[in-house]
């Protein structure tokens, strides 16, 4: 399908979309965290459509909608994910969160919607899990909703949002952009974590035009990179661990290995560099 996913770091309330999704309780009627935010900004018109609309709250895992009242998206989209702190870890019941959101954002027809991650907060769902959850059922819901968002409140959550985003959903790499030398991944990685970078430099570079020689490419490679795991690509063979690269799964996920990207992944990016420029050049273009 056509779904175009990204991730944001923000507050959902603020965010111009068709509808929002709430992370709810079952009563159905405001509470703390993001459902708090949302019934504070939306106003009364947001409890009173509660009241209405949904006289027996909802089950979990289900969703339904409101008016968005005084925010800046047309609907609310409440949904009640399961409350892990309190036994209920049936991981079927958060991923129905996502795909009952998205059905009923098609039956009202939105086309733009921003999620929270939902059960990620009071309700304690283990953080990795709820964004691969998130992501994952987002990935396989058919839908007609063309945009989604989702929205992390804090940086360290939107950066392993995004890492996961980039995976799932790589964005569309200009022509003759410095992101294209990345569409091909290599044969073999470093280590697990490398995969991560190669996506989120992918991401990065998108738009990035490339530059006229190969020896500007490597400094411009090297510095995003660095910026990104938040450590020098030092000469070594000492793995680097990037906690958003980790999506929980074993001990090694998450390693980034420097020198692959001086032995191996940087001289792949010059080589494609210079076929690039060979295809230029050969071009006719001065006639
Ligand atoms: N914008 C975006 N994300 C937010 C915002 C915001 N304004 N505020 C919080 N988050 P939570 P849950 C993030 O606790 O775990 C309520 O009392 C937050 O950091 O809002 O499903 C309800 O009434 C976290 O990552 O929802 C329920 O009783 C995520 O949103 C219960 O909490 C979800 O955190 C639901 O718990």
Known sequence: HMVTVTAVHGDITRQRVDAIVNAANNAMRGGGGVDGAIHRAGGRAVLDDCIARFPNGLRTGDAGWTT??????????????PNYAAGERDRELLESCYRRALEVADEIGARSVSFPLISAGVYAWPLNDAIDAAVTTIAKTPTRVEEVVLVS???????????????????????????????????QMGMRGDAYLWLALRAEFAATPLPSTWFELRPMVVQAAEGIIGAPLAHTDDPIHVPEFDPGHGMSAGNVLPSWWHQTGIPILIDRFEAAQQTNSSEPAEG
């Open 68 to 81: 968005a009242g005084d925010l800046p998206a047309t609907w609310v989209i409440h949904t009640v994910g």
């Open 153 to 187: 409140f804090s940086e360290d959550t939107h950066r392993r949002v995004q890492s996961q985003v980039h995976r799932l959903f790589p964005p569309p790499t200009e022509p003759g952009s410095v992101g294209q030398l990345f569409d091909r991944p290599p044969a």
